[in-house]
Every structure is written in C-alpha cells, then in structure tokens.
C-alpha cells in the first residue's frame, strides 16, 4: 500500500513558477515510477511527467523544456518544478506511483495560472 500527498499548488500569474512536491509512504518508493498527471476542467486527465527508479524521465510535448520532474528517495519524494507556467496549464495536479501492476494516486492540488 502507497499512500501519496500532493502540496505546492497555487495561484501564480502567467510566467512565474510553482513547484509541487509528492510525499509517499512505504518502503518501495526507491523501485517505484513516479508522475505527474493533471485534469483541467471538462478535460481527460493527461500525463505530464514521469521518473523511474534510476531517474529517468519523460515529459508530454507542452511542458518539455518548462517542467522538471525530480525525485529524492532519501525522502519519499517526488517534485514537479515548473517554470514559464501558461493559462493552459491551469489543472489539478495529481501524483502517482506505480508499483508493480498497481498504480496508486494521490488527492491532487491545484494550480491555477492567470494572465
């Protein structure tokens, strides 16, 4: 079992930047990937970013070179920085952890951009 908090979110204006950070229990988050997700309002929920274990990472088209993911094992934690944030990127933002076939999520929180 993987329980996730989400914190960081907010409202900033068009430009600035937020960095969402992703606490997670349990012992395997070390072997975990770890993403980011969003939904906009009347929209699918999409991936935005993902890290495996190794670091690696992965970015969906509209945030490369904007959002990093990062990951600090030593502390069960996943971040999201990201930078130049757009109207568009308005969301709630949820974390999750794959472990094995089982994908656990977080609550999510909210960023809101405005222009």
């Known amino acids: 079992q993987v329980q996730l908090v989400e914190s960081g979110g907010g409202l900033v204006q068009a430009g600035g930047s937020l960095r969402l950070s992703c606490a997670a229990s349990g012992s395997m988050f070390s072997s975990n990937i770890m993403r980011w997700y969003r939904q906009a309002p009347g929209k699918q929920r999409e991936s935005v970013a993902a890290v495996t274990s190794d670091g690696r990472s992965d970015y969906v088209d509209s945030v490369k070179g904007r959002f990093t993911i990062s990951r600090d094992n030593a502390k069960n934690t996943v971040y999201l920085q990201m930078n130049s944030l757009k109207p568009e990127d308005t969301a709630v933002y949820y974390c999750?952890?794959?472990?094995?076939?089982?994908?656990?999520w977080g609550q999510g929180t909210q960023v809101t951009v405005s222009s």
């Open positions: 999750a952890a794959d472990q094995g076939a089982i994908r656990y």
